[in-house]
């Protein structure tokens, strides 16, 4: 998934919008874009569109983010969304691999209920939003066959620190969040999941976000979240490899497919060893 675009779990409107843009993915919202009141109504809209959309073909993937753990709303989220077959659920506030294991013994009784397959649903947990869930990344891998990806957030995980900004005056992240940004990378490779970046609140500037992207895409991250439908375009043109660059991948994986017993081949006067091999392997593998 390039593109993953946050749309409220209570507007209609934004959600029918979403499936007009292009993106990979919409993640139907039940956390923080809906006040309390409104969670009931939010839950049977967004329910009321993924039944609409379940057997739609050609759709974006469909995940809800439900409500904390923590919160006492989860379990009212699950029961609301989960008749209607999710492809995955986002997990805001995750610490590790405990909290997606939870989540996983919980989808797994919804699904033997509503008859679907185990483990149909996929878990994309928000594994940076407290300095608990920090320290927790190392948990992750091997937590559950569930995991599609991590991602990290800045928004939250600012207010636990006491951060008066996350940003510094020339845009960047600041030395906590770059540090919690990296740990993330780091948590993906070893889980062998797709590593997804975190959102760009400043929706209008449309620059800015490109170069944010072209570095994620550089450091190893394969997609990003998006608060507002102008953002998709920009993120997918960036996440989307070149055709330059599955060229070289599908020489790079068929040079070692020619020579199975070796460790370096080479290709147009060019050294490649098995690094090499691995991160074509990868590219190509986003490509269905």
């Not at 996929?122 to 594994?127: D, F, Q, S, V």
């Not at 991590?150 to 951060?163: C, F, R, V």
Request: hydrophobic share 45%.
């Amino acid at each position: 998934m390039r593109s993953l675009l946050f749309v409220p779990g209570d507007s209609p409107r934004k959600q029918e919008k979403g499936l007009e843009v292009g993106a990979d993915a919409l993640i139907l919202d039940l956390e923080d874009s809906v006040a309390l009141p409104e969670k009931g109504k939010a839950r049977e809209i967004a329910a009321g569109f993924l039944s609409r959309m379940r057997d739609v073909a050609g759709r974006p993937r469909l995940y809800v983010r439900v409500n904390a753990l923590d919160t006492g709303l989860t379990e009212d989220d699950l029961a609301a969304v989960m008749p209607h077959a999710p492809d995955g659920i986002m997990l805001p506030k995750a610490e590790g691999g405990p909290s997606v294991g939870q989540l996983g013994a919980r989808l797994a009784v919804h699904e033997a209920e509503h008859g679907l397959p185990d483990g149909a649903t996929r878990i994309l947990p928000i594994a940076t939003e407290t300095a608990r869930a920090v320290f927790a990344l190392q948990s992750l891998p091997g937590a559950s066959r569930r995991l599609s990806g991590i991602t990290w957030g800045a928004e939250d995980l600012s207010a636990d620190l006491g951060a008066e900004t996350n940003r510094g005056e020339d845009g960047a992240w600041t030395a906590p969040f770059v540090l919690a940004r990296n740990l993330t990378l780091m948590a993906a490779a070893a889980a062998e999941v797709d590593a997804i970046d975190t959102i760009n609140a400043l929706f209008r500037d449309l620059d800015g976000l490109a170069r944010e992207c072209r570095e994620a895409r550089r450091d190893g991250f394969t997609g990003k979240m998006a608060i507002h439908p102008a953002q998709v375009a920009v993120i997918n043109e960036a996440f989307t490899p070149t055709d330059a660059a599955i060229a070289q991948a599908r020489k790079v994986a068929a040079a070692f497919a020619e020579a199975p017993g070796m460790g370096v081949v080479g290709i147009d006067g060019e050294m490649f060893d098995r690094p090499h091999l691995r991160r074509a392997e990868r590219l190509l593998a986003r490509l269905g």
